[in-house]
Nanobody, 115 residues
Framework: QFVESGGGLVQPGGSLRLNCTAS????????MAWYRQPPGKQRDLVAS???????DYADSVKGRFTISRDNAENTVYLQMDSLKPEDTGVYFC???????????WGQGTQVTVSS
């Protein structure tokens, strides 16, 4: 189970920090990721972090977003800076391996970047 929070309405150039708390599995054993679903489009991976804290990013967010995790709190974070209107969408977290195994998704958190 995943519970995402921290979204909202922000002006271009602004920042937000998303949080995702996971339960129901051994969090520290799994790579984790944040996904974004823009209005009317498919859900895509934007940032991932391995169980060993190695991070990777989609080209569209590289240098602006930072993913991190706290295994003691079963939580993964996404710090989003220099936000752009094209960052608008519903943000979800999950584990890539868990997704392949058919894991369910949380409700997501809405991020809207607009002036």
């Amino acid at each position: 189970q995943f519970v995402e929070s921290g979204g909202g309405l922000v002006q271009p150039g602004g920042s937000l920090r998303l949080n995702c708390t996971a339960s129901g599995f051994i969090f520290s054993f799994y790579d984790m990721a944040w996904y974004r679903q823009p209005p009317g489009k498919q859900r895509d991976l934007v940032a991932s972090i391995t169980r060993f804290d190695q991070a990777d990013y989609a080209d569209s967010v590289k240098g602006r977003f930072t993913i991190s995790r706290d295994n003691a709190e079963n939580t993964v974070y996404l710090q989003m800076d220099s936000l752009k209107p094209e960052d608008t969408g519903v943000y979800f977290c999950n584990g890539p391996t868990l997704v392949e195994r058919g894991a369910s998704w949380g409700q997501g958190t809405q991020v809207t970047v607009s002036s």
